[in-house]
């Protein structure tokens, strides 16, 4: 079956700190990836998705590259802010899968201090 | 809408209760899903409707657990016989197409249910 691993949190920057989050996944098909965010109180947030092998996503700053030799999709910032604090999923929907259901992380809680 | 709206926002019930939580999707979606937020845990599929045709519903825990789209546009997730463990946050997500792998969605703000 589809899975997705990601570095478990809460992590905690300093403001301007480089972000790097992991995540590993595992499919039974060719999968999209994406990450979405989730602010405090809020919905999840589409924050970026790649659709095929070294893609690379990117949206406010962030990117994410879709590896499949190593089945990875790693998110990155070069100088995060305060604001953003909040939970990171990485998730996949498998192509080849009817309902195109995603299937998600456990989250990444991110905290970053002024 | 502009958005999808779910309600109530805020759900507590006895456990043996039965429960309906609502899901307005952005009009004109023609998908529909249903996810489970447990505490601490990533969103997990329920089930899903393309227009008034439920075509997965695979990830229901349970019999007592059941969803309806009759008009394709508003969605009801029915849960009987509450039981502590559905304790959750039930999240709703819509998407303008029938492929939704590339496109993906557009989520909700939940229903956080907690069965006492």
């Known amino acids: 079956g589809n899975s997705v691993t990601q570095m478990e949190g809460p992590v905690t920057l300093s403001e301007e700190a480089f972000l790097t989050i992991n995540c590993t996944y595992t499919a039974t098909g060719y999968p999209s990836l994406f990450w979405y965010v989730q602010y405090p109180g809020e919905g999840l947030q589409l924050l970026l998705k790649?659709?095929?092998?070294?893609d690379k996503g990117s949206n406010k700053g962030f990117e994410a590259t879709y590896r499949k030799e190593t089945t990875s999709f790693h998110l990155e910032k070069g100088s995060v802010q305060v604001s953003d604090s909040a939970v990171y999923f990485c998730?996949?929907?498998?192509?080849?899968?009817?309902?195109?259901?995603?299937?998600f992380g456990k989250g990444t809680h991110l905290i970053i201090q002024p | 809408g502009a958005g999808v709206s779910q309600s109530p926002r805020y759900k507590v019930a006895k456990r043996g209760q039965d429960v309906a939580l609502r899901c307005d999707p952005i009009s004109g979606h023609v998908s529909l899903f249903w996810y489970q937020q447990a505490l601490g845990q990533g969103p997990e599929f329920l089930t899903y409707f393309q227009n008034e045709a439920q075509l997965d519903k695979s990830g229901l825990p349970s019999d007592r657990f059941f969803a309806e789209r009759p008009e394709g546009s508003v969605s009801t997730l029915k849960i009987q016989r509450t039981q502590q463990e559905d304790s959750a946050v039930y999240l709703c997500?819509?998407?303008?197409?029938?492929?939704?792998?590339?496109?993906?969605?557009?989520f909700g703000s939940g229903t956080r249910l907690t069965v006492v």
């Open positions: 997500a819509s998407s303008r197409r029938a492929v939704t792998y590339y496109y993906g969605y557009t």
């Open positions: 790649a659709t095929k092998a070294d």
């Open positions: 998730a996949l929907s498998d192509q080849g899968g009817g309902a195109d259901g995603l299937t």
